[in-house]
């Protein structure tokens, strides 16, 4: 079964708007933490946020915010005044279990954004 | 914040001859690193955990063998692909984790992007 889903390949969005990737996630591990990162043409990672199973608020990162649903099992990016820039490839992703660095991050398959002038 | 590096960016090499990717933490030592594999317009997919010290801890389907990982120190992961293949062809990427407070993130290498003809 997926573990993290995302179930939009692509996105367009204006610029200047804001906008909303979905991504689900299926675990039974009570302590499990979020990531997104953005992978732009170049094939970098960057990491943009990260929401903890235990954080009681939503994560935010300057204009990315984390709108965590703890109880859907929802963990979606919101992109406030999107800018040329963000145009990328956006992954969510899950680290079961607590252990910090050790554990792995299981992906998505990724959302594909473009930003229009 | 903390800084992966990884090299080569690029490779190009006949089939058959073997394929030497370097990891290393650069501002902080790392007791596990991952390996993943990205197809064009797909996912990360975790190849192996990388262990130093130990054996690597390979995903089911990923052929030992074939994708050698070394961890001899903190700071270095390597991945070799032997006797290289088209079907190699792919962007590989590596990661090490570190906890820093609340925030448990992931750090990425650049990607080394193999071609293979």
């Known amino acids: 079964a997926q573990k993290i889903t995302q179930t939009q390949p692509g996105m367009f969005v204006q610029e200047k708007e804001a906008v909303t990737l979905d991504c689900t996630y299926d675990t039974s591990d009570p302590s499990y933490g979020l990531f997104w990162y953005k992978q732009p043409s170049s094939g970098e990672m960057i990491f943009l946020i990260y929401?903890?199973?235990?954080?009681?608020q939503n994560a935010t990162e300057g204009r990315y915010s984390l709108n965590f649903q703890k109880a859907r099992k929802s963990a979606n990016l919101v992109i406030s005044a999107s800018q040329l820039g963000d145009s990328a490839m956006y992954f969510c992703a899950m680290r079961e279990g607590y252990g910090g660095a050790t554990n792995k991050l299981i992906f998505g398959t990724g959302t594909l954004l473009a930003v229009q002038p | 914040g903390a800084v992966v590096s990884q090299h080569p960016s690029r490779v190009i090499c006949k089939s058959g001859t073997s394929v030497k990717i370097e990891c290393r933490s650069l501002d902080f030592q790392a007791t596990t690193m991952f390996w993943y594999r990205q197809f064009p317009k797909k996912s990360l997919m975790l190849m192996a955990t990388s262990n130093e010290g130990s054996k690597a801890t390979y995903e089911q389907g990923v052929e030992k063998d074939k994708f050698l990982i070394n961890h001899a120190s903190l700071t270095l992961s390597t991945l070799t692909v032997t006797s290289a293949h088209p079907e190699d062809s792919s962007f590989y990427i590596c990661s090490a984790g570190l906890q820093q407070g609340r925030i448990d993130e992931a750090f990425f290498g650049q990607g080394t992007r193999l071609t293979v003809v």
């Open positions: 929401q903890g199973s235990y954080d009681q």
